[in-house]
């Protein structure tokens, strides 16, 4: 093996041990696009004889119940506490949170956010930091660092997803989550390991930023949080 293979496999190895979750999650994709997929075809099988609401409710409730069904094999369990829904790998570190967010949901270059309040028991339990600075697309230097310590002692991944009703299409990606602004709305993650969902094809899109009406509900406090 040459010098330059030699520096590209220690360089592979040295991020596999930087970032062994967002490994793990990238190994699982097909099972997380899958679930993604049920529940969009829940939701195309709405008509205007269902309640306005029925498309969000039914797409939420069937990505979650696939979610788990798909990835119990790997070591995946559910968990609900006080109705914040999640899909966690106590094994690996790992949960999942489903999430309704805003237009710039997977596309490498954009900056998205929740477009629901996540209530205070939901950012505590994350350890969501608040922020007030919203110009991460002037200023990407001012985004606070994720925090990996947590009250669910996992690495928390929110399941960004968007579906754009003019052309029926579902955008989605995989980030961590940082930080929240004053009406309690995500709108920090880290944009550096973003893992882009491509649900037109089998590619995986690793971001690398160059910085150079959805329903949502929860019972918890009568909040939003659980989308």
């Known amino acids: 093996m040459n010098s330059a293979q030699t520096n590209s496999a220690q360089t592979e190895k040295s991020n596999q041990i930087e970032d062994p979750q967002r490994a793990h ?12 997929q049920r529940g969009l075809s829940a939701r195309k099988r709405m008509t205007e004889n269902n309640p306005v609401t029925s498309g969000g409710q039914y797409f939420y409730g069937d990505t979650i119940r696939a979610l788990r069904e798909l990835l119990k094999p790997h070591g995946y369990v559910r968990e609900s506490i006080r109705n914040v829904e999640l899909t966690i790998n106590k094994e690996e570190k790992i949960a999942i949170y489903l999430c309704s967010a805003c237009e710039q949901t997977g596309n490498p270059a954009g900056f998205p956010q929740s477009i629901t309040d996540k209530g205070d028991f939901t950012l505590d339990l994350l350890a969501l930091k608040f922020e007030e600075n919203l110009n991460y697309d002037l200023f990407p230097e001012t985004l606070p660092e994720s925090n990996t310590k947590n009250k669910l002692n996992c690495d928390v991944w929110f399941l960004l997803h968007n579906f754009d009703k003019n052309n029926n299409k579902l955008t989605a990606e995989l980030a961590r989550p940082v930080s929240y602004n004053k009406r309690g709305y995500v709108t920090g993650f880290d944009l550096e390991n973003r893992i882009i969902i491509d649900m037109d094809n089998e590619e995986i899109v690793d971001s690398q930023v160059d910085f150079n009406d959805e329903i949502d509900f929860d019972i918890e406090e009568v909040s939003n949080d659980n989308v």
């Open 25 to 36: 999650l990238v190994s699982n994709l097909p099972h997380i696009k899958e679930a993604l």
